[in-house]
C-alpha cells in the first residue's frame, strides 16, 4: 500500500508524452544534487545527479537541468512509461559544512494509460 | 537491488518499548546513513557513520541512538517508542560517506508503534 507521502503534489502524464519534474532546493552553497526515485514500498533508488559546475546533464531518457540563479532543478523524463510512476526526489548537498543531503518532498508521478 | 540489507522488513511494537533496526552495507561501503520518512514527510536525516565513527547529525532524538561495527553493519536503536516514531526507517550507504557521493538506500524497516 501507500507508505510515502499522501499528500505530495502530482503529476499526471499521458504515457508516451514527457514528464518535467521541478525541485526548488534550500541552499544557495549547496553544489552537488541527486534525483531519486522511489516506487511503492521500495527504498530512494539513484536516476541521476549533477554538479553545481554544469547546467545540464542527460541520462537514460533523463534529464537534469540546474538553474543556480533561482535555485531550482528539474528531472526531465522523455517518452514516460507506466513503470516510471512513483514520488520523485531532489537531494541537495554541500561540499563543506554537514555531510547530510537534504531532500525535497517529493513529486508523485501517475502515468496514465 | 541496491546492494544495501535492512532487516526486519516491518516491526510492530508498543508505546514505550524499544526496538532495533539493522543494516548491512553495500560491499565496499564505509558510510553509513540512516533516514526516517513519515507520512507527508520527506526523508529526514538522523546519523551518519563512517568506518565506525559517528560523522555527522541530523534531527535525531535523544531517544534513538545508532552505532557502527567493525563488520560496518550498522544498528539504529529506538527506545521508549510514541505513536509519532512510526515511520519509514531507511539505511543508505556510500563508498566514502564524503559530499558527493550517491547514496544507495535499502528498502526500509516500517515501523508501527501502536
Known amino acids: 500500500g501507500e507508505s510515502v507521502g499522501l499528500h505530495l503534489p502530482t503529476l499526471s502524464v499521458q504515457e508516451g508524452d514527457n514528464s518535467i519534474i521541478n525541485c526548488a532546493y534550500s541552499n544557495s552553497a549547496s553544489d552537488y544534487f541527486i534525483w531519486y526515485k522511489q516506487e511503492s514500498g521500495k527504498g530512494p533508488q539513484f536516476i541521476i545527479d549533477?554538479?553545481?559546475?554544469?547546467d545540464k546533464r542527460q541520462g537514460q531518457r533523463v534529464t537534469v537541468l540546474l538553474n543556480k540563479t533561482v535555485k531550482h532543478l528539474s528531472l526531465q523524463i522523455a517518452a514516460t512509461q507506466p513503470g516510471d510512476s512513483a514520488v520523485y526526489f531532489c537531494a541537495e548537498n554541500m561540499a563543506s559544512g554537514t555531510y547530510k543531503y537534504i531532500f525535497g518532498t517529493g513529486t508523485r508521478l501517475k502515468v496514465l494509460a | 537491488d541496491s546492494g544495501v540489507t535492512q532487516t526486519p522488513k516491518h516491526l510492530i511494537t508498543a508505546t514505550g518499548q524499544r526496538v532495533t533496526l539493522r543494516c548491512s552495507p553495500r560491499s565496499g561501503d564505509l558510510s553509513v546513513y540512516w533516514y526516517q520518512q513519515s507520512l507527508d514527510q520527506g526523508l529526514q536525516f538522523l546519523i551518519q557513520?563512517?568506518?565506525?565513527?559517528?560523522?555527522a547529525k541530523g534531527n535525531i532524538l535523544e531517544r534513538f541512538s545508532a552505532q557502527q561495527f567493525p563488520d560496518l553493519h550498522s544498528e539504529l536503536n529506538l527506545s521508549s517508542l510514541e505513536l509519532g516514531d512510526s515511520a519509514l526507517y531507511f539505511c543508505?550507504?556510500?563508498?566514502?560517506?564524503?559530499?558527493?557521493?550517491?547514496?544507495?538506500f535499502g528498502s526500509g524497516t516500517q515501523l508501527s508503534v501502536l
Open positions: 557513520y563512517y568506518n565506525g565513527e559517528e560523522r
Open positions: 543508505a550507504s556510500s563508498e566514502t560517506g564524503t559530499p558527493k557521493e550517491k547514496l544507495f
Open positions: 549533477i554538479r553545481s559546475n554544469m
